[in-house]
């Protein structure tokens, strides 16, 4: 007896949903630890470390990804979100 086939499609169809958002979420949750985690890293180091180490640029590296990523994340939802 084939269990999957007693499953109707609506069923499959909204699980298959869900695991997309989730996967969306998870993406989304990537990228802003992936941008924010230089960012923290450079603070850190100007409060707690070296402040010659950092420059102007090396300042600005960081932060322009987190701007970046801010940018970028609506269009990673809209674009795998299952209904939007």
């Known amino acids: 007896m084939n269990v999957e086939s007693l499953r109707s499609s609506k069923d499959q169809s909204e699980q298959s949903a869900e695991i997309r958002i989730a996967k969306v979420a998870i ?3 990537a990228l ?7 960012y923290a890293i450079v603070a850190l180091t100007c409060t707690f470390g070296n402040r010659a180490i950092i420059t102007p640029v090396v300042s600005m590296i960081p932060a322009c990804t987190c701007k970046t990523v801010a940018c970028v994340d609506p ?4 674009i795998n979100h299952p209904r939007f």
Request: net charge neutral; charged share 0%.
């Open 27 to 29: 993406g989304i949750v």
């Open 75 to 78: 269009w990673v939802y809209a």
């Open 32 to 38: 802003f630890v992936v941008s924010w985690t230089p």
